[in-house]
Every structure is written in C-alpha cells, then in structure tokens.
C-alpha cells in the first residue's frame, strides 16, 4: 500500500510564499513520476506541476515561474516551493502518483492566501 503524506500547508498574505511536502511510503519512489494537483472550492481539481524520475517538470500556466517543483529520492520526498502566491491559488493541494484520476493521493494540504 503506497501512503503519500503531505505537509506545509497554511494561511500566507498574497505575494508570500509556502513550501509543501509529500512523503512517500514506497521504496520504488526513484522511479515514479511525482505530480501536485490543487482543488479549489467549486472547481474541478487540477495538474499544479509534475517531475519525472529524472527530474524533467511540467508546470501549468498559470503557476509557471511561481512555483517550483523538486524532489529528493533519498528521502522519498517531493517538494513544491510555492512564491508569490495569489488568491487563486488557495486550493486543497494534493500529492499523488500513477495516472490519474487513478493512482494514489495523499490527503490533501490546505493553502489559503489572504488577499
């Protein structure tokens, strides 16, 4: 059973920054593509941004050159560094891998940004 543990979420004013975690439960974690997923209330949830075993990424446009996302495989850990942060981007984020809307997520971490 694969568990993805996310934390770092909170309340931050618009223009500030957060930083998320996800630990994986997998030994497997140097082989799997990671991604970052958000929902906001009301909307469907979306791809934040994605790294490959390799460390390639995809960001969506509308988080490109805000958000970076990075891993580190010796400690089953993916990481996304969230700057200048909007009040759009307030969402339940969420850790996952596999191919979606399969696969496995974490519970979900809540980033609100005050305007």
């Known amino acids: 059973q694969v568990q993805l543990v996310e934390s770092g979420g909170g309340l931050v004013q618009a223009g500030g920054s957060l930083r998320l975690s996800c630990a994986a439960s997998?030994?497997?974690?140097?082989?799997?593509?990671m991604d970052w997923y958000r929902q906001a209330p009301g909307k469907q949830r979306e791809l934040v941004a994605s790294i490959s075993p390799g460390g390639g990424t995809n960001y969506a446009v509308s988080v490109q050159g805000r958000f970076t996302i990075s891993r580190d495989n010796a400690k089953n850990t993916v990481y996304l560094q969230m700057n200048s942060l909007k009040f759009d981007d307030t969402a339940v984020y969420y850790c996952?891998?596999?191919?979606?809307?399969?696969?496995?997520w974490g519970q979900g971490t809540q980033v609100t940004v005050s305007s």
């Open positions: 997998i030994s497997i974690f140097s082989i799997k593509t």
């Open positions: 996952h891998t596999g191919r979606a809307p399969l696969g496995y």
